[in-house]
């Protein structure tokens, strides 16, 4: 079945980076967007941004550009999101989520990436 | 940005109410519309696409509607496994999200 499997939990510092990685499996990686989308605690969902499999482009949202890079490893039909220069409020859960094609939206999701930033 | 506006943010109910979530977003969307359904510690799941349209092995009992800025989620009879928290998400311009509906056991 098509599914998305994240890496485990991390736990970083204030100024350090973080990359979290995504496995397709049970689909075609290179035809579909990924998305990158984090859960704030208590404020809801961010859409990040998405990279095409295909071409390694990418679109990232405003509020995340110069700390934010998506790439990807197509023979292992792999997703990473590195999110740099962390800081407190960056705690969250983040996820990969597939791009639902023609009928828009995100239709499978990862199960979450816990990243945790403290001193 | 397109912010997207969710009611109530809690509603109590019962198994076998009929229940009704209302979403509203700052611009017209068409019909670029999901709905999500999140359980504690779980990532979301589409229950619904293009305000309406239901996904496969979802239940009946769950319908969308709405069209522009305007738009609902409605379960006819609530069932135990419902009781989670709803998101609406657009997708008419980039992605965002309501801030959520949690619907809890009365």
């Known amino acids: 079945q098509v599914q998305l499997v994240q890496s485990g939990a991390e736990v970083k510092k204030p100024g350090a980076s973080v990359k979290v990685s995504c496995k397709a499996s049970?689909?075609?990686?290179?035809?579909?967007?990924m998305h990158w989308v984090r859960q704030v605690p208590g404020q809801g969902f961010e859409w990040m941004g998405w990279?095409?499999?295909?071409?390694?482009?990418?679109i990232y949202a405003q509020k995340f550009k110069g700390r934010v890079t998506m790439t990807r490893d197509t023979p292992i039909s792999t997703a990473y999101m590195e999110l740099g220069s962390l800081r407190s409020d960056d705690t969250a859960v983040y996820y990969c989520?597939?791009?639902?094609?023609?009928?828009?939206?995100?239709?499978?999701w990862g199960q979450g990436t816990v990243v945790t930033v403290s001193s | 940005d397109i912010q997207m506006t969710q009611s109530p943010s809690t509603l109590s109910a019962s198994v076998g109410d009929r229940v009704t979530i209302t979403c509203r977003a700052s611009?017209?969307?068409?019909?670029?519309l999901a709905w999500f359904q999140q359980k504690p510690g779980k990532a979301p799941k589409r229950l619904i696409h293009?305000?309406?349209t239901l996904e496969s092995g979802v239940p009946s009992r769950f319908s969308g509607s709405g069209s522009g800025t305007e738009f609902t989620l409605t379960i006819s009879s609530l069932q135990p496994d419902d009781f989670a928290t709803y998101y609406c998400q657009q997708y008419n311009s980039y992605w965002t999200f309501g801030q959520g509906t949690k619907l809890e056991i009365k």
């Open positions: 293009r305000a309406s």
């Open positions: 989520a597939k791009d639902a094609g023609y009928t828009g939206s995100f239709d499978i």
């Open positions: 611009q017209s969307i068409s019909t670029y």
């Open positions: 990279i095409m499999p295909n071409s390694g482009d990418t």
């Open positions: 049970g689909y075609t990686f290179t035809g579909y967007y």
